[in-house]
């Protein structure tokens, strides 16, 4: 048995449709922080994450505790039980200008020092993520498909902020969903713990989506 954490969020719901596995999140069942769990898992898919960016400024301390101490639950829990993690992380580790950037580099950090206590894990940094449930995202660049998406069918021109010529790199989700699951079995053969990127190779700038969902 697998287990989901965060699986009614955007990736996370996703991930859970695809397979068969239990799954907590805040939003219904349970805290990751505080979760009595009884259960030996083969592999903890951790979604679970307080993931907009403004709140990790607003409130670091509450966004440190959901992010860096829920997956050193989690971590702890799969040494003790033997299970393997397959860790949601971002792209934005890369340019850590933002409290929930540097919490994802602080758990990759416990990852790979959990690797010699025998806990076997990877970490899939994601760029920026868009389709199916992507109202429960809450932050990134992934959020303007879904928003020229709203203002198209609602005939309201397109929100652009300056030239709109920043580029990034957008993954659909159902390929994040393949990539969790590949990682999943990379991890019976992995000899060390590994971060891996996860989106196109292609970046895109603003105004080409704006111009792939219908505008001018």
Request: proline content about 3%; overall charge negative.
């Amino acid at each position: 048995m697998n287990l989901i954490t965060g699986h009614k969020g955007f990736i996370g719901s996703n991930l859970f449709q695809a397979i068969d596995a239990e799954g907590i999140d805040l939003k219904s069942n349970g805290d990751i922080r505080t979760h009595n769990f009884t259960k030996n898992y083969d592999v903890i898919f951790h979604t679970a994450a307080q993931a907009s960016i403004p709140k990790s400024f607003e409130d670091p301390i509450e966004s440190h505790s959901h992010n860096v101490s829920g997956t050193l639950r989690i971590l702890e829990y799969a040494r003790k039980t033997g299970a393997k993690v397959v860790f949601s992380s971002s792209s934005s580790i890369y340019d850590p200008v933002s409290p929930y950037a540097v919490q994802k580099k602080i758990c990759e950090e416990y990852m790979e020092f959990y690797w010699t206590l025998g806990v076997k894990s990877i970490a899939l940094r994601y760029f920026n993520v868009f389709g199916e449930g992507q109202e429960r995202a809450n932050g990134g660049y992934s959020l303007v498909v879904p928003i020229f998406q709203k203002q198209y069918k609602a005939w309201q021109p397109f929100t652009i902020y300056g030239t709109g010529e920043q580029r990034r790199d957008f993954v659909y989700v159902g390929d994040v969903v393949k990539a969790n699951l590949k990682a999943a079995e990379y991890l019976e053969t992995a000899e060390k713990f590994e971060a891996i990127d996860i989106g196109t190779g292609i970046n895109h700038s603003i105004n080409e989506i704006a111009k792939m969902v219908g505008g001018e």
